[in-house]
């Protein structure tokens, strides 16, 4: 078992510190007009892509703070399968933005392309890291729940 | 505990799935329907762009495959490629407001589906209902799509669409903008004169040539100056109706230019070739009542010019040392124009008459920011290019930045009288050389230059982002037109020929 509370935190600063750099990369690509006329299709992909989980967190955290703070466990293997497939999915999300400028250079494939091309693999490990953290809110015992 | 952690998940997935639909938008539902006989199933919205700048048109059906064409007035300005489930094209927009009709119609096989068109940012924009404007709207997109001519229609390069010409009348060669271009060796004019002396044929003296002839019939004999002058734009004769016009190749111009016109009359014209029968078939009843004629050099289209981004002319004073001292030709400048331009890399050249002289235009080549080629097969591909190799600088701005492709066509005029351009501007790469002649006739060749005539280098330069489908022609272009010729390195070499000359 792990400490529910500091789990939570280590997941929450996984979650903010990759979506906030995501967030912030693509804010600044639409500040200089990267996208264009197209920079909508960008944040329509990205909003539904991290804004879920954030929520999801937020959520939790903030429901937390209105209520006891009685101490509460969760099994490790929760945790560390949350964290697994969080990180992997994040690093995947964040690697789309990094790696394009290199991709178009040897392929022509743009941002856009790329949104296409990941789709299939994003929304099944998007559903997956949800299901993670659902389980480890869920699980965790020692609050009366 | 539980059920406020769940209450606040779901405020917040609410408030995300909100941030989504912020978008501004315009949509607008239509329905295809059958409009005149033989016209093709269509919807259309009159749309009013408020002010300039970008705009994202969007057509999305499932039950067929969509296409959009956008008419300003009854002229095809923009049209989107056909796709599946979702057409779409990026408009620029200079001056606003302004009012085009979107098309929304089928690419495949008839339907009268239900299509949504997707305009963004906001924009009014209203159906079209009126009976008749459907109708002529149905007719011209079946024109467009379904051309009546049986020649094929170039695949056109990545991005760069190819123009509407209402007919083809040639087949023209398939162009591989992501090939080389041909291997160009530069050879200085010593050479190629040496090399015309030592011809077994040479040409006719050009002071023999300046002596007016009746005699065009074989194709050699001399061309009075006067005759070429008066030729009208598009090769027409200002002469009485049915005067003699050389059969124009496809439109050259992504503006709609006048469509080809067809002719035969009494006179063959300068660059016109009788032709009877066609090759090794029989030569038909009629051929030696009224022979074909050939065109030599096809018309530049649209004319007078459209307007270019930059342009120059070019002083008698800064080539004329390169030319011969005695009975300089046009044939002359156009390799001394080949010759310099061949030195920038360039390889292949369509040649075109214009009134008054000729026109010789370059292929579409991509550019850096400061008007240089950019470096290897890149320069004639259409993609943007990338990173070239990694530094941090580049790949920083490469992330942040938009990729932006810089492209432009160069014309050189020679003709006797200044270039006036029109006020219309390109839409798209117009693909000149694809349509001129690979060289000069014989016949215009062997004109005699003279001091009234006036070379005249037009910019024509196009700005691609990787985001848009279309390129967006430069208006007023960024760069001054001496900055394009001298990053053609057409400047520098007439420069070190001179300082050659003078050494």
Known sequence: ?????????????LWFAFGGLILTIVFVQTLFDKFGARSDDVWNWLLPTIMPSLTLITGVIVADAQGGQAQRHVRKRYYYFALAISTFYLTLVLSILLLEPLVYAMTGNTMLDLIGQTGVVLGPLQGLASTALGIFFIKKTGDGD | MFSRTIANVCIGLFLAIASVQTASATELTLRLTPAGDGGRNLAAAEVRFPKPGRYLIELASRGFEPFILVYRGNRVVRQSRGSKGAARLTLQIRRGPATLTIVATHAGKASTGRARLRLTPTVQARTVSSRNRLVALATSVQNILQPKTAARPRKPAPGFKQSQAPTLKRAAPKRDYKAAPPKFTPYSLEQRREAERAAPEPRPKAAARRAPSSDNGDGAGSVPIARLETMPPNGQSDGPPGDPVPAAGPNGGGISGSPPIDGAGDQPLPWETPVAGNGASPPSPDADIEPKRKPLLPPFTPWPPPRPSAQLRIPTLFYGALLPSEGSTLGDVADLIEVALGSGGYGSFGYFSVPGGFALATQLEQIEEDGSPVAGSARWNAAI?????????????????????????????????????????LAED????????????????????????????????????DADDMPVFHDPGRLQASDHLAGAQFIGYINRSQEDLDD
Do not use: C, N
């Open chain 2, 430 to 465: 117009p693909q000149w050389v694809l349509t001129g002649a690979s060289g000069l006739p014989d016949q215009m060749r062997s004109l005699p230059f003279e001091d009234r005539h006036d070379l005249t280098a037009l910019i024509y330069e196009f700005e691609k982002r």
């Open chain 2, 385 to 425: 290019t990338g990173l070239q190799s990694f530094d941090l600088s580049g790949y920083i701005r490469r992330l942040f930045l938009a990729r932006v492709g810089y492209y432009r066509v160069i014309v050189f005029i020679l003709r006797a009288d200044p270039v006036v351009t029109s006020g219309e501007t």
């Open chain 1, 1 to 13: 078992m792990i400490d529910f509370d500091r789990a939570k935190w280590r997941l929450a600063s």
